[in-house]
């Protein structure tokens, strides 16, 4: 459904209908990372500014924040009657 570049333009992530968020290498275009846990469809995926972390919203009602390193989920977030079309990383302003 979407895909995002990482700030360093080095890494590409996918939000895919197979219920998978990928991290690709832009160079090589080899599969670096795979994010699974998603119940349903992955709407939307992008990276932090400082490129240590995915989040992903999905058709399971759910948004996700992974670790882009090790793939290891860190938080997740449900909404009970709405699905997660969107998402994004706010940078932190001092």
């Known amino acids: 459904y979407n895909c995002a570049f990482s700030f360093d333009d080095k ?3 996918t939000a895919c209908r197979d219920k ?3 991290i690709w290498d832009t160079q090589s275009g080899q599969l670096k990372r795979t994010l699974a846990g998603h119940q349903d469809s992955v709407r939307s ?3 932090s500014a400082d490129g240590n972390r995915v ?3 999905s058709d399971d009602r759910t948004a996700r924040i992974w670790d882009a390193n090790t793939g290891e989920m860190l938080s997740e977030f449900s909404f009970n009657n ?3 079309s969107s998402c994004d990383f706010t ?3 001092p």
């Open 82 to 84: 709405n699905i997660a």
């Open 11 to 13: 890494l590409i992530v």
């Open 91 to 93: 940078p932190l302003h």
């Open 45 to 47: 995926s992008c990276f």
């Open 20 to 22: 998978i968020v990928r």
């Open 55 to 57: 989040i992903s919203a």
